[in-house]
């Protein structure tokens, strides 16, 4: 099975600033990657899928990059909304597999 | 809109089994599949198996095997998710949740239900 490793597993940030999420397969798995945004008691978000595709409704400051193994989401200019955990997931072979999720935290 | 509405919470004692509801509306339910994925308390995403709602294939997480059960009923838009010999390492939030996967398991999943916990204690 593929595995998913994020980095870092938490950090801190202030609004405005800019950040990036790192997500590597252990295996390649082409553009196969999404990323999802989850905030407390609340159910994951698609933001992005194929690894670079923004999902309808998305804002444009997220984007992300990256195939064949090393992936990354970026978020230009932090609102307070953006503050939550991120996941990534391979969907290119089964079982499908999720990162161990990163937590983006307020300064 | 794509909606998946989900059973309420459910409390069982180990041993006993759950089955968590997943209805469907906004697309047409046989065109995707199901994929049901567990979040223990603060802990990240595990997926458990996949459904195909247009033909009823399924695939589970190897771990899993011989304890859980999907299935849907194409009449009502509905997906369930049975969990057998429960543990109290199966307490966690139960989602739902939309699959491109037609008729292979491993599609992008986009949207997901509101998701339902599922507490296990003696």
């Known amino acids: 099975a593929i595995r998913m490793t994020q980095s870092p597993s938490s950090f801190s940030a202030s609004t405005g600033d800019r950040v990036t999420i790192t997500c590597r397969a252990s295996?390649?798995?082409?553009?196969?990657l999404a990323w999802y945004q989850q905030k407390p008691g609340k159910a994951p978000k698609l933001l992005i899928y194929?690894?670079?595709t923004l999902q309808s409704g998305v804002p444009s400051r997220f984007s992300g990059s990256g195939s064949g193994t090393d992936f990354t989401l970026t978020i230009s200019c932090l609102q307070s909304e953006d503050f939550a955990t991120y996941y990534c997931?391979?969907?290119?072979?089964?079982?499908?597999?999720f990162g161990q999720g990163t937590k983006l935290e307020i300064k | 809109q794509v909606q998946l509405v989900q059973s309420g919470a459910e409390v069982k004692k180990p041993g006993a089994s759950v089955k968590v509801s997943c209805k469907a509306s906004?697309?047409?339910?046989?065109?995707?599949?199901i994929s049901w994925v567990r979040q223990a308390p603060g802990q990240g995403l595990e997926w458990m198996g996949w459904?195909?709602?247009?033909?009823?294939?399924?695939n589970y997480a190897q771990k899993l095997q011989g304890r859980v059960t999907m299935t849907t009923d194409t009449s009502t838009s509905t997906a369930y998710m049975e969990l057998r010999s429960l543990r109290s390492d199966d307490t966690a939030v139960y989602y739902c949740?939309?699959?491109?996967?037609?008729?292979?398991?491993?599609?992008?999943?986009?949207?997901w239900g509101q998701g339902t916990l599922v507490t296990v204690s003696s």
């Open positions: 949740a939309r699959d491109s996967g037609v008729v292979v398991a491993g599609g992008l999943i986009d949207y």
């Open positions: 906004g697309y047409t339910f046989t065109s995707y599949g």
């Open positions: 459904i195909s709602a247009y033909n009823g294939n399924t």
């Open positions: 295996q390649g798995i082409s553009s196969y």
């Open positions: 194929a690894a670079s």
């Open positions: 997931q391979q969907y290119y072979s089964y079982p499908p597999a």
